[in-house]
């Protein structure tokens, strides 16, 4: 699976986006971005996940580059619950194991 | 989603006794399960990949007497942590895949290991 990766930190505002990057340059033609998040002490959550389009649903968006060698998760009014910490990682199934990167510690501030 | 459980959410042992962690795959069958161990400020690490009704693969490094993982049933996988000691205390996670027509794996909630 493609190596991904990601800043360590950032912040954000309560009530504003919150844009997290993520390069993914080895990505292959059939693995999709997926990105989760764990909250402190919980198991991780899934998010959302994209092949080349750029795809939304309740919780986020994302913005996947035409040469697809980064993308962007975005939460469009982060809220204090949103402070975790966000994974971006390239899989083919949900067969495939994954292995975790740091991934980027979001804090929101109020 | 799909939901994965974990029994029990926290377990306080002492050392030199075996602990035996459960996933469950509530909803659909899992003919892969995932067995990662979490350290504080730590990202996951994967220790094994649990198919049901073969053994169990192995990352580097993790000990497969230590660690036995079963997966009898397509909605049950077992992680027993035996002869444990102070060095073992770690947040536990599973995860599932292989819900029919999706792509996501999705996590249980984690077990939190103490042994004294």
């Known amino acids: 699976d493609a190596k991904t990766t990601q800043p360590p930190s950032m912040d954000c505002a309560e009530g504003r986006a919150a844009n997290l990057p993520c390069n993914h340059s080895t990505i292959s033609g059939n693995e999709y971005v997926y990105w989760y998040r764990q909250i402190h002490s919980q198991g991780p959550q899934y998010i959302i996940h994209?092949?080349?389009n750029n795809e939304t649903n309740e919780m986020a968006s994302l913005i996947i580059t035409e040469d697809r060698k980064s993308s962007t998760l975005i939460l469009p009014h982060a809220t204090l619950r949103d402070t975790a910490v966000y994974y971006c990682i390239a899989l083919k199934t949900s067969y495939d194991k994954v292995i975790f990167g740091p991934g980027t510690s979001l804090s929101v501030i109020p | 989603g799909a939901v994965v459980s974990q029994h029990p959410s926290w377990v306080i042992c002492k050392s030199g006794t075996s602990v035996k962690i459960e996933c469950r795959s509530l909803d659909f069958q899992a003919t892969t399960m995932f067995w990662y161990r979490q350290f504080p400020k730590q990202s996951l690490m994967l220790m094994a990949t649990?198919?049901?009704?073969?053994?169990?693969?192995?990352e580097q490094g993790v000990e497969k007497d230590k660690f036995l993982i079963n997966h009898a049933s397509l909605t049950l996988s077992t992680l027993t942590v035996t002869s444990a000691h102070p060095e073992d205390s770690s947040f536990y996670i599973c995860s599932a895949g292989g819900l029919a027509g999706g792509h996501e794996q999705f996590f249980g909630p984690g077990t939190r290991l103490t042994v004294l």
């Open positions: 994209g092949l080349k």
């Open positions: 649990s198919n049901e009704g073969s053994k169990a693969t192995y």
